[in-house]
């Protein structure tokens, strides 16, 4: 049901690495900027006029950054992004600004959704086929004639020059904004959590229901994870809508986070960094979710699993082991799991996959270099060390079996790959619990340990046997994503096959 990849021009090219540009335009040769501008004032230089960088132009209050500020790496962030808030309602934030267009003069403050939709069309002539087109919103920066003329359309807060900056170490020209501001995708702090049988999490057979009318939805999957001995099940349906679900456990805050364009899922102990909350901050790098605190107003790209701009930038989050799996393999494995339930005070309808064909779809949003030892889309468990890693992919995993042990050596480290292929899920272990070497096999459909010979699950815990109850220690930096994004975030890594 997928149209070959001829029929996508250069950005369905797998046999080369090279940059995927992400719309009509790379069909015709030219390639899209980060930001396009169009009518605005121009940059001053020692009193010679200099081009503007289409960049994030004050992220959201137009403002243009020169390029000497854009080459310093310094992004500038105005009152506008500070006072920019979401707006509970029904329709899903990426489609709420699919045009932006210029006003007589001057331009309209910077507006873009990540996705605005697939458009199907059937063709008809030699061979009927069906073609699809990838539409994206374009983000216009705005730029007034006069100062002093009030608030952009769209915007809340004066337009004031710049009032704080944010110094980052990753490219700025990777950086792009994916929505119109921060919280128009809302992040969710303590949702109500309830029984796997409750109403509220009706939702999933609901979903389950509709997948099976059309394949290509993704499957019924959720980021799993136990908190002192509490399982906790946040379905993939509620993270396509918020992406991050804040949850304390005691004195302790963590935040569960899956970015649905790179399909990384990690769950972070943000105890230490103090915040009240995770939010997501309209912003991507590498296509990838860049999340916010409030309190600094640091940026935390997901995958890199650490502050890149702002005052905590270099500063490493903890991360806890999640499980990304199928939810009724979890619900088998946890019985008495808590769930997100539906009522999260949203609109939104959770039934509804809100990327139409994006996760089957050979394409990325946003110019990136593609590796192309894999397909686009395929998930893989990456486990990190520096640039680079180790990832290890689920169609190779798949091949080799219903339950598979993968043995390997990464960064000095000795661990075990466990896969499920029921659960479709992969995780990574050192060989030993807390009371001594495990080493674990695969021994037809489960999994074994050569010196007692007790059975454990892919979670690691021992489900029979002497050493029922012991965990091995789970590879906590370890995660799944989609393998473009991994291999965008540790070029350097090696691939298991």
């Known amino acids: ?109 910077p507006l873009m959704t990540r996705l605005c939709r697939w458009v199907i069309q059937t063709g008809a002539g030699n061979g009927r086929r069906l073609g699809f087109t990838l ?72 979903y389950a229901a509709i997948k099976a009318d059309r394949v290509l939805l993704p499957d019924v999957r959720v980021l799993g994870v136990v908190i002192d001995g509490k399982p906790i099940a946040v379905p993939h349906n509620i993270l396509w809508y918020h992406e991050i679900v804040n949850v304390d456990v005691g004195v302790q805050r963590y935040a569960i986070s899956y970015c649905p364009l790179t399909g990384s899922a990690i769950v972070f102990d943000a105890t230490a960094v103090g915040t009240e909350r995770f939010g997501v901050s309209g ?5 990838n979710l860049i999340m916010f605190d409030p309190e600094t107003e640091s940026l935390w790209p997901q995958m890199s699993l650490s502050a890149r701009c702002g005052r905590l930038i270099g500063t490493r989050l903890l991360t806890i082991p999640g499980i990304d799996m199928r939810w009724d393999a979890w619900k088998d494995l946890h019985p ?39 397909e686009m889309k395929e998930r893989v468990l990456g486990i990190p060390d520096g640039a680079g890693g180790v ?41 030993r619990t807390g009371s001594g070497p495990a080493t674990v096999i695969s021994q037809g459909s489960s999994f074994m340990d050569t010196e007692t010979g007790s059975s454990w699950n892919v979670e690691g815990v021992a489900i029979a046997g002497s050493r029922v109850g012991e965990q091995l220690l789970p590879i906590t930096d370890s995660f799944v994503a989609f393998w473009f994004a991994w291999a965008g975030f540790y070029p350097d890594t090696e691939l298991w096959q």
């Open 283 to 287: 912003l991507l790098y590498n296509n």
């Open 391 to 431: 990832a290890f992919p689920f169609e190779e995993l798949e091949a080799r079996g219903t339950r598979v042990v993968v043995s390997r050596e990464v960064g000095g480290r000795s661990l075990l790959v466990l896969w499920d292929s029921e659960a479709r899920a992969a995780r990574a272990y050192e060989p």
């Open 1 to 109: 049901g997928v149209p070959d990849a001829a029929q996508y021009g250069p950005i369905a090219v797998q046999g080369e690495k090279r940059k995927i540009w992400t719309s009509q335009e790379s069909r015709r040769g030219s390639r899209p900027t980060p930001i396009a501008t169009a009518g605005c004032g121009e940059c001053k230089k020692g009193g010679a006029s200099v081009s503007p960088i289409p960049t994030l132009t004050n992220w959201l209050s137009g403002r243009t950054i020169c390029r000497e500020r854009w080459d310093s790496g310094i992004l500038e962030v105005g009152s506008a992004y500070k006072g920019r808030s979401n707006a509970r309602g029904g329709q899903h934030p990426r489609a709420s600004s699919c045009r932006a267009e210029p006003s007589r003069g001057r331009m309209r403050s």
């Open 135 to 206: 539409i994206l919103s374009v983000l216009v920066a705005s730029c007034d004639d006069a100062p002093g003329n009030g608030s952009r359309s769209g915007l809340s807060g004066p337009q004031t020059p710049p009032d704080f900056q944010l110094q980052c170490d990753i490219p700025v020209g990777s950086i792009f904004v994916g929505n119109a501001g921060r919280d128009r995708i809302p992040s969710l702090v303590n949702p109500p959590l309830v029984a796997a049988d409750d109403p509220g999490v009706g939702y999933l057979a609901r």
């Open 336 to 374: 008495d799991t808590k769930v997100v339930s539906e009522a999260t005070g949203y609109q939104f309808d959770y039934t509804a996959y809100p990327y139409d064909l994006y996760e089957s779809g050979p394409f990325v949003l946003f110019p990136q270099e593609v590796d192309p030892r894999r």
